[in-house]
Nanobody, 123 residues
Framework: QVHLVESGGASVQAGGSLRLSCVAP????????MAWFRQAPGKGREGVVI???????SYADSVQGRFTISRDYAKNTLYLQMDRLKPEDSAMYYC?????????????????WGQGTQVTVSS
């Protein structure tokens, strides 16, 4: 089991910024697919951004141009920089990974999940 620990969620006003962090094992951050998903109350879990082990990245249309994923190999941490936040970005955000370098938008692809960190954006 791969242990993922997210942090950084908070309540902010629309237009603000947050940076989420996900601490993972060194091997995971170095080699494997990592992703951010989110789930709002009453809705299904949706992919926000996927970042493949070779660096390929894809963002959901709803966050393209506002969110940025990155990895800090020295700190074994995956980040999600979220700018120009909107109320519809409010959700529990989850870090996820699997045993492959390739990613997938299907959440069933991911074997390991963090506990989540709450983001609330008020208008």
């Amino acid at each position: 089991q791969v242990h993922l620990v997210e942090s950084g969620g908070a309540s902010v006003q629309a237009g603000g910024s947050l940076r989420l962090s996900c601490v993972a094992p060194k091997n995971t951050v170095t080699w494997f697919c990592m992703a951010w998903f989110r789930q709002a109350p009453g809705k299904g879990r949706e992919g926000v951004v996927i970042n493949e082990g070779d660096g390929g990245t894809s963002y959901a249309d709803s966050v393209q141009g506002r969110f940025t994923i990155s990895r800090d190999y020295a700190k074994n941490t995956l980040y999600l920089q979220m700018d120009r936040l909107k109320p519809e970005d409010s959700a529990m955000y989850y870090c996820a990974t699997t045993d492959f370098k390739r990613c997938n938008w299907d959440d069933g692809w991911y074997k390991h999940w963090g506990q989540g960190t709450q983001v609330t954006v008020s208008s």
